[in-house]
DNA sequence: TTTGTTTGTTCGAAGTATAAACAAACTATT
DNA sequence: AATAGTTTGTTTATACTTCGAACAAACAAA
């Protein structure tokens, strides 16, 4: 628990009332003070200050009410108040992405991925220059990596893509920049930018492309495990597959994702998207091939809802794109094994998953650690 | 987020001295104001009022400091401080166990169920008085019952066991007593009293009985789902299920826990104990059953480990007791199937875990709610 | 024009933690 | 034995917070 003083409750309420305006715009200051339980005159000061730092605006009176009174003076939060950088390192490239506020792109640049550390931090700096976006502006830099990551430490513990072994890139990165600078899993990074959507408090994100990975979000908050190695549905077995003598040995691809994955259909000799776009067109084989993907999908989803019962699961990742045929059988099928009902969509997100869900990660980090 | 006042930071400096005493008793003022970085002017003021409501104790001078200087008192936390009291609402019996705050028991009581609210307010009233507590000195009541339950309304939303559906336990129960009342599954409830003896912040708990349910920890917290059913693992279903059309209809027992779990045994005609304590004596049918119920349970405990990275997964409920003979085996089995490590355990409390573990939740949550 | 209501500001009060000053208690050195 | 240096715990003055009351301004309705 933190130690409390002054300074922290004056932070508490500070972040409070600006969460208010921002969710509840246009607000009143006796309208924030009702709602929060703050005296109107602690409101007052602590809008005139959020007023001098330019997080808010004052727009104008608000209408007038039955019975009379003094028309309230309307406040606005400024989306441009902060920045936030979202850096996606992946296997081929490297995408940054910077975002107000209220999440919209101001800029956005792909490069070439590299694992040298100092030029990654000048694309990042190239970057923030090139957006013109005040330095001082920007409240963190999120960062993606598609590996295991020690988040309080910000060391990477394993990146087979860029060799990276042990290798605490926070330390690394941290000198280049005044701002501070968050690191987490690439899935679980995706699964927050699309968390950022609705706010929902109990999700499951599936990524699957050439693998497979999931990330969980339990209680509002990513569930990161105990050596942070959540999420490692590639590894699921079955009783079936304990049949076949199929095991998960440290160096071989996991167990599920031989099956249930882009690879699974690179090693029958089809691409995902052919093999998905040519469902139910004749070919029996096709079809054998995708009714035991779904299937088998099916069966991981129902499962992970009587396990953990999400809100909903989301799928992205770069098979899902060509998910949409099948989609609706999936949902059939989840409803008839578990009676835990659950929303099951495609995620909305593109390739930017990953980087504007550092930016979220980041700015997660932020409220929760420092209010602000 | 909560809103900051003179009288939070109050609150939780005294939670921060109050802890840090009972955890690293015995320390002197100097100590608490070294480690929690608040003055020795603020740490003196906040342990005499602790004194004063006899939650600390001074214990006598310290030992003497290479150096010299004067000798600290030492202050000791008092576990008759506080008193929690757990009520266990099972099928046949309601166990009431009153402990301290050292969680060593003071009383305890079993009771023939019902689902008569007043006889159950009696029932612990009666427990209060015969236990000799001083009332004012009992901080809250936990209450764990086999079924469903909106742990943020008090609403019992399934319990078939006593015939509740929809009921506001909470509610009725509240006017017959002063002290908080918290209320919860009662796997939950022996998952906290399971995770109290080592506070593991990522934890998985199997109640293994005539069915078969569990509880998860995730990031400290309890993990309830997004209607309060998490947990559900006696629908979990695979491959082999579904090829032989077995579903879950909302009427029928679970996939799951047909298969592993007492009733699964009883099926066959055996008890889960005489099946056990037969395991390789040379009945083949009998090796038989135990080899599947261990294949089927291990490769779910891989297949949650991969999924949650929990540091352990504890196994309790009625059958657990029994398991000794093929816990070693389990293991085994887990490591080869996932690469993730785990710890797996078998519950140190017995049927007493419920009635316990109501008490740590109710412990929790006024800790996390309301700091004292 | 008057009355009642609402908004936002100002000011004193109450309460918090903190640093500095201080007294007490102790060791080590001379 | 005396002294210097160190640590502990308390006291005091200060700075800071929120809060409630009082107030003026702005508005609707009678």
Known sequence: ??????DLIKKMNRALVLETIRRDQP????????????????VTLVVNELLEKKFVFELGLGDSTVGGGRKGMKLGFNPKSGYGVGVDIGRSNIIIIITDMDSDIVFKEIYPSTKDVERIADYI?????????????IFGIGIGVPGLVNTRSGEIIELSALGWKNFNL??????????????????NCAALGERSIDKTDNMIFLAIGSGIGSAIIAN?????????????????????????GRVNNSKSIGVFEQQVSGLAFEKLGYSAEFVLSNYKKGQKEIDQI????????????????????????VIGGGVSKSLNIVIEDIKHKVASLTSIPVEIELACLGSDAGALGAIAYAFDKIQTE???
């Open 1 to 6: 628990m933190k130690k409390g003083n002054l």
């Open 27 to 42: 607000i009143s200051r006796a309208s924030i003070s009702k709602k929060l339980g703050l005296s109107r005159s602690t």
């Open 125 to 137: 700096s190239t970057s923030m220059s090139k957006s013109g976006v005040d330095t001082k502006r």
């Open 170 to 187: 926070l330390e690394q990165m941290q000198p280049y920049f005044k701002c501070p600078i968050f690191i987490n899993n690439d899935v």
């Open 220 to 244: 509002g908050e990513l569930v990161e495990g105990h050596h942070f190695s959540a999420g490692e549905i590639n590894l699921f077995v079955d009783r079936e597959d304990t049949k076949h």
């Open 290 to 313: 995708i009714d035991q993907f779904v299937t088998y999908l099916s069966i991981t989803l129902a499962n992970m809802t009587s396990f953990l019962n999400p809100k909903k699961i």
């Open 370 to 372: 420092d209010f602000m």
